[in-house]
């Protein structure tokens, strides 16, 4: 079973910055949209940013020109850059993707990182 790896994250006061990375421990054939969704306490998962193979990208209301999404599809790995960090903006940040492991797999949506804690204190 594959797995999706992150890195980054941490501990950073408001208005700083941090970066996050996930890539997946195996081979896709094809990787479509590529996301970070994050959860802070007592609230539900929400979409943070997305992009797509083709570099379009899509972002929350509350972190449009703040976050920044990438992706290196030669390495199938996504970064999320995050700059003038907000305490509203803590929570466990999880990496997700919709691909096909195999040529003659279909998409699947339900591939998660085990999520990477960033916290922005005031």
Partial sequence: QVQLVESGGGLVQAGGSLSLSCAPSGSFFRINVMAWYRQ????????????????STNYADSVKGRFAITRDNAKNTVYLQMNSLKPEDTGVYYCNLDGRRYTWSRYES?????????????
């Fill in 40 to 55: 802070a306490p007592g609230k539900q998962r929400e979409l943070v940013a997305s992009i797509t193979s083709a570099g």
């Fill in 110 to 122: 339900d591939y998660w990182g085990q999520g990477t804690q960033v916290t922005v204190s005031s």
